[in-house]
Nanobody, 116 residues
Framework: QVQLVESGGGLVQAGGSLRLSCAAS????????MGWHRQLPGKQRELVAS???????NYADSVKGRFTISRDNAKNTVYLQMNSLKPEDTDVYYC??????????WGQGTQVTVSS
């Protein structure tokens, strides 16, 4: 069973940067999408950014120009470089793996807190 292990969250001042990493254990199919979502308690989980195994990226409007998603297929790892962080980016960030015919797998979440 594939598991997603996230790292890189923490506390940063507004304007600062953080880099999130998510590694998928085990073998995953070549056709997949990896991404990051975020969710505060009581709110709906929303897509932050995603990247296909072929390198096609998608971003929420609120993070375009500030966040960059990338992946290393050899390591089954996805990264989220977050620059120019704002207090409204404070959230729990969840790694996601979407595989054709299998569906979604989620990480445990990592807290990102941006102080003003």
């Amino acid at each position: 069973q594939v598991q997603l292990v996230e790292s890189g969250g923490g506390l940063v001042q507004a304007g600062g940067s953080l880099r999130l990493s998510c590694a998928a254990s085990g073998s995953i199919s070549r056709l997949n999408v990896m991404g990051w979502h975020r969710q505060l308690p009581g709110k709906q989980r929303e897509l932050v950014a995603s990247i296909t195994s072929g390198g096609i990226t998608n971003y929420a409007d609120s993070v375009k120009g500030r966040f960059t998603i990338s992946r290393d297929n050899a390591k089954n790892t996805v990264y989220l470089q977050m620059n120019s962080l704002k207090p409204e980016d404070t959230d729990v960030y969840y790694c996601n793996l979407l595989r054709l015919g299998i569906g979604n797998t989620w990480g445990q979440g990592t807290q990102v807190t941006v102080s003003s």
